[in-house]
């Protein structure tokens, strides 16, 4: 169903419910009674644009102030307009503490000097996104005059130690199925991660009217990318819902991102998985098989969607290395 303008919906992990809020540059976040289109949600909409235009979070904040920065830059297109709403959520979380920590501070003075201080006090993965987000912030300023020059501008990112998530081995995955048969849910979950390669956030959004003629389509949801995906045997052996969602709460509803991740988490723990085994080493498991089967770099990412091969070879690291030679011997004798 087509939303309103400015209008988005919103899962409540908890109860399973959907929703719906006004986001626009300059109005306040507002939640909307009833259903889109709905008389009462009608109502409301329209009364939303009969007040004045505010920035949010005027009149509670010194004028140049971080705070104040920081509420412009949440008013604006920048913020809105360029990323996924899953980069959004994260940058929001991030800026929110920001602000909370340093609001009264005055805007211009941050130095590099202090930023970089600020991202030594955090972990790696969290310093890089930190400084991705900043960087933004500070482009903002940049362009609305509270900044002459960008402090982060020669703020590199620091390098991350290890492989990131766990990429499951074939003893893992045997040992999932093993404990959660074909017809239950965490084995569909299970099939969806690891034969399709995408992310959580694309798989609970699956169902089947992405099927036609045995070929799935997504369109990824961080990245915008189209993909065509030929269902694998495997899976189709265990798509047996009858939702057109394939995977759905106890209330039939979709999952959020995060109320799945700890739903799977749970599956893992009853097959007495270790905790390192998660929802997107599966993504990683998917990409090592495919390299394991001699597939070229570009046929993995017309699959995973991986924009460079450079962003892939974090995901095939752990391939077999005595299959893949066997199978560079093998190509070299034929020829």
Same mark, same amino acid.
Request: with cysteine; proline share 6%.
């Given at each position: 169903?087509?939303?309103?303008?400015?209008?988005?919906?919103?899962?409540?992990?908890?109860?399973?419910?959907?929703?719906?809020?006004?986001?626009?540059?300059?109005?306040?976040?507002?939640?909307?009674?009833?259903?889109?289109?709905?008389?009462?949600?009608?109502?409301?909409? #329209?009364?939303?644009?009969?007040?004045?235009?505010?920035?949010?979070?005027?009149?509670?904040?010194?004028?140049?102030?971080?705070?104040?920065?920081?509420?412009?830059?949440?008013?604006?297109?920048?913020?809105?307009?360029?990323?996924?709403?899953?980069?959004?959520?994260?940058?929001?979380?991030?800026?929110?503490?920001?602000?909370?920590?340093?609001?009264?501070?005055?805007?211009?003075?941050?130095?590099?000097?202090?930023? #970089?201080?600020?991202?030594?006090?955090?972990?790696?993965?969290?310093?890089?996104?930190?400084?991705?987000?900043?960087?933004?912030?500070?482009?903002?300023?940049?362009?609305?005059?509270?900044?002459?020059?960008?402090?982060?501008?020669?703020?590199?990112?620091?390098?991350?130690?290890?492989?990131?998530?766990?990429?499951?081995?074939?003893?893992?995955?045997?040992?999932?199925?093993?404990?959660?048969?074909?017809?239950?849910?965490?084995?569909?979950?299970?099939?969806?991660?690891?034969?399709?390669?995408?992310?959580?956030?694309?798989?609970?959004?699956?169902?089947?009217?992405?099927?036609?003629?045995?070929?799935?389509?997504?369109?990824?949801?961080?990245?915008?990318?189209?993909?065509?995906?030929?269902?694998?045997?495997?899976?189709?052996?265990?798509?047996?819902?009858?939702?057109?969602?394939?995977?759905?709460?106890?209330?039939?509803?979709?999952?959020?991102?995060?109320?799945?991740?700890?739903?799977?988490?749970?599956?893992?723990?009853?097959?007495?998985?270790?905790?390192?085994?998660?929802?997107?080493?599966?993504?990683?498991?998917?990409?090592?098989?495919?390299?394991?089967?001699?597939?070229?770099?570009?046929?993995?990412?017309?699959?995973?969607?991986?924009?460079?091969?450079?962003?892939?070879?974090?995901?095939?690291?752990?391939?077999?290395?005595?299959?893949?030679?066997?199978?560079?011997?093998?190509?070299?004798?034929?020829?």
């Amino acid at each position: 169903m087509k939303l309103p303008k400015y209008v988005q919906a919103c899962l409540d992990r908890k109860s399973g419910r959907t929703y719906y809020y006004l986001r626009r540059p300059g109005y306040p976040r507002m939640r909307f009674p009833g259903l889109p289109w709905s008389p009462s949600f009608m109502g409301a909409y #329209e009364a939303a644009f009969a007040g004045p235009r505010t920035t949010i979070g005027a009149g509670r904040t010194k004028p140049g102030s971080v705070a104040a920065v920081v509420a412009e830059y949440f008013d604006s297109q920048q913020f809105f307009g360029s990323k996924s709403a899953g980069t959004q959520r994260m940058r929001r979380g991030i800026l929110e503490r920001f602000r909370a920590a340093y609001g009264e501070r005055p805007f211009a003075p941050l130095s590099a000097e202090w930023i #970089e201080a600020l991202l030594d006090s955090k972990p790696p993965h969290a310093a890089r996104s930190w400084l991705v987000t900043l960087r933004s912030l500070c482009q903002f300023g940049m362009k609305r005059r509270y900044l002459r020059a960008d402090p982060t501008a020669n703020i590199k990112q620091r390098a991350v130690k290890g492989d990131g998530f766990h990429t499951w081995t074939e003893d893992e995955i045997a040992q999932f199925e093993a404990h959660h048969p074909i017809g239950g849910k965490p084995r569909l979950a299970l099939a969806l991660l690891l034969y399709t390669a995408q992310r959580r956030s694309d798989v609970i959004r699956m169902g089947r009217q992405h099927i036609k003629d045995g070929v799935l389509t997504v369109k990824q949801q961080k990245t915008g990318a189209a993909l065509a995906i030929p269902v694998h045997p495997h899976l189709q052996a265990v798509l047996d819902a009858e939702h057109l969602t394939f995977l759905v709460t106890a209330t039939g509803k979709p999952y959020g991102p995060n109320h799945f991740s700890e739903t799977f988490r749970e599956w893992c723990d009853a097959a007495s998985l270790p905790k390192h085994c998660t929802a997107h080493g599966l993504r990683k498991a998917a990409c090592r098989r495919l390299a394991e089967a001699g597939c070229s770099g570009n046929e993995i990412m017309a699959i995973s969607g991986h924009a460079t091969l450079k962003e892939l070879v974090r995901y095939t690291k752990d391939a077999d290395q005595a299959r893949l030679a066997r199978n560079a011997l093998a190509k070299a004798i034929i020829r």
